[in-house]
């Protein structure tokens, strides 16, 4: 099969030859269809998330089709449309598992990370952490659900019933993000990179009622803000935008350093707290909701052989949604 694998990090993809995986009990062989460009393989790619089996063909968003299933593998039939997302395994037993809190397992295995993911012709992939897909969505649509719906349904679940909310870094997770708040009734403040008048006018077509520089003050101050752009100095900006009792929820698996700030900017019950991964009900739960609000996905696809590309822009920030990779 046809792969973009890492061969070390800091390195480009290499567009290799390799053998299809096999299935194994429980498992999925997988005819990737399409799998979405997340800023989780940008950290991968970019050394920052130092675990990664190396070579590891990236990619957590898969959208694809069964075509082989391991001994006992029966929750999906031969042909059925499944998707594949970051958390790839849990163990079951520790605290954290027992505890519901499978997101936060001690021995989790993460696609694209730890297993090899969806930039390639074929995965393999543990049936119990796979989806289906709604109908209402094709294969392209789909993808971004995966991790940036996902994770931003958890994050938005975080932020608490706030009414006035605060998204910085307007990419993938914020424009599903977005519309799921304004769905939900909530007022959206949208956040970008200084100057970034397109990011901003799509904030404003996606019904966010107000969109302007991460640096300027919002018109109100913010019940909650989630944090999608991995720079630590939001975290202090966001803090600043957010009113007393108000919860600042930092979304990315990675972020810069958080620069130091005073004590009064925290004071007033304000919450900074972290999202980690996800759990198999918020991808059930999500995608659910999905379909109802219902979000559609603003996505660009590209070929496989072009997720170099796909993921300089994503660095860049030169992509308007999301970005899919189409086999
Ligand atoms: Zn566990
Ligand atoms: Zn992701």
Known sequence: MRAMLLDAPRRALRLAELPAPLTGAGKLLIRVRACGVCRTDLHVVDGELAEAKLPIIPGHEIVGEVVERGAGADRFAIGERVGVPWLGYTCGACRYCKRGQENLCDSARFTGYHIDGGYAEYTVADQRYCFSIPPEYDDVAAAPLLCAGLIGYRSLVMAGDAQTLGIYGFGAAAHIVAQVARHQGRAVYAFTRPGDNNAQAFARELGAIWAGDSTAAPPEP?????????????????????????????????????????YDVLWG??????????????????LALAPRVPVKTSVEALRLDRANEALARLREGRITGAVVLVL
């Open 269 to 286: 019950e304000r919450v900074i707290r972290s999202v980690a991964n996800l759990t198999r009900r918020d991808g059930e739960e999500f």
């Open 222 to 262: 913010l019940d909650a803000a989630i944090i999608f752009a991995p720079v630590g100095s939001l975290v202090v900006a966001a803090l600043r935008a957010t009113a007393k009792g108000g919860t600042v929820v930092c979304a990315g698996i990675h972020m810069s350093e958080i620069p130091a700030f005073p």
